[in-house]
């Protein structure tokens, strides 16, 4: 994950982010399912950039799968990607707040409806546990311009 301020201007001006979602099936076995997955949030005006790529790992029964990764007619996404952003939200949050830049939306894939029906379906976010997260700021100059996270 990755999170540059483009822009220093401050003020209460108000952005919108523009998404760019990109899928990727990398395995499939029965009730299993491993996507990458990479994910690009930018602001207009343009004052930030995030980042966010990795593997998911859906598992369930077949037909279920296969809803997750229908595409949602509102949002223009599979569905997938609502289980993908709420686990990236955090992170995005927290690095927001060391750029001093404003956080991205909490429910930017969510369409009004509640969400699709899938029961029994689990959707694990990084393919391995991480042995470790380090985050990196550059604070070279007066105001903090990017900040990385790394699982190691």
């Given at each position: 994950m990755v999170g540059v301020r483009?822009?220093?201007?401050?003020?209460?001006?108000?952005?919108?982010?523009?998404?760019?979602?990109?899928?990727?099936?990398?395995?499939?076995?029965?009730?299993?399912?491993i996507v990458s997955f990479a994910l690009s949030l930018t602001t207009k005006p343009s004052v930030v950039k995030f980042e966010v790529e990795g593997m998911a790992t859906l598992t369930g029964k077949d037909p279920e799968i296969k809803k997750m990764l229908?595409?949602?007619?509102?949002?223009?996404?599979?569905?997938?990607?609502?289980?993908?952003y709420q686990n990236a939200f955090t992170a995005m949050y927290l690095m927001?707040?060391?750029?001093?830049?404003?956080?991205?939306?909490?429910?930017?894939?969510?369409?009004?409806?509640?969400?699709?029906?899938?029961?029994?379906?689990?959707?694990?976010?990084?393919?391995?546990?991480?042995?470790?997260?380090?985050?990196?700021?550059d604070t070279s100059n007066e105001r903090t311009n990017e900040a990385s996270v790394t699982n190691k």
């Open positions: 483009l822009d220093v201007k401050g003020g209460a001006e108000t952005v919108n982010f523009d998404v760019k979602a990109k899928l990727e099936e990398k395995e499939r076995k029965s009730q299993m399912v229908e595409v949602d007619p509102e949002t223009k996404v599979p569905h997938v990607f609502e289980r993908v927001s707040t060391i750029l001093n830049t404003p956080p991205p939306p909490q429910d930017l894939f969510f369409s009004g409806k509640k969400g699709i029906p899938v029961e029994d379906i689990s959707v694990e976010v990084g393919a391995k546990a991480p042995e470790g997260v380090t985050v990196q700021v």
